[in-house]
């Protein structure tokens, strides 16, 4: 599986209250839809478009950052066959699909959730590394 495309939808950022005391951040990826894309790219393989959401909650009530959009990747036939077929009947995909899907998913979207939460004066929502 190669991934080819990569988009956001949605970019939300929202501060709902200062921080005081301990905040806690819950992080969250889930695929929404999975189709066929239409990309002609090879006629040996497909395109599957995978739509996700992507949320940081910041509690208790503070704020919220949600990323929407669509990532694009290439696989075989079969493997493309059966993807949609598993997420037409159980809404799920394998873990091997699942894996590299939410690993493309992750490194762009933990990069934007980092700058929004700074642009609205909120802590990043995945650790950054630090100086011992």
């Known amino acids: 599986m190669t991934t080819i495309g990569f988009s956001f939808t949605k970019l939300v950022a929202e501060k709902n209250k200062s921080i005081k005391g301990q905040v806690n951040i819950a992080n969250n990826v889930t695929i929404k839809n999975v189709s066929e894309s239409k990309l002609g790219v090879d006629s040996k393989k497909k395109t599957l478009k995978f739509e996700f959401l992507y949320t ?3 509690e208790p ?3 919220l950052i ?3 959009g669509e ?3 290439l696989l075989d036939e079969k493997q493309a066959k059966d993807v949609l077929a ?3 009947k159980e809404k799920k995909v394998s873990k091997e699909v699942a894996k590299g899907v939410m690993t493309q998913i992750l490194a762009k979207c933990n990069v934007q959730g980092v700058v929004l939460s ?3 004066n909120l802590p990043p929502p995945i650790p950054l590394p630090k100086m011992k």
């Open 66 to 68: 949600e990323l929407g």
């Open 71 to 73: 990532t694009i990747s």
């Open 86 to 88: 598993q997420w037409k």
């Open 61 to 63: 009530g503070i704020g």
């Open 118 to 120: 700074r642009d609205i």
């Open 56 to 58: 940081s909650k910041y």
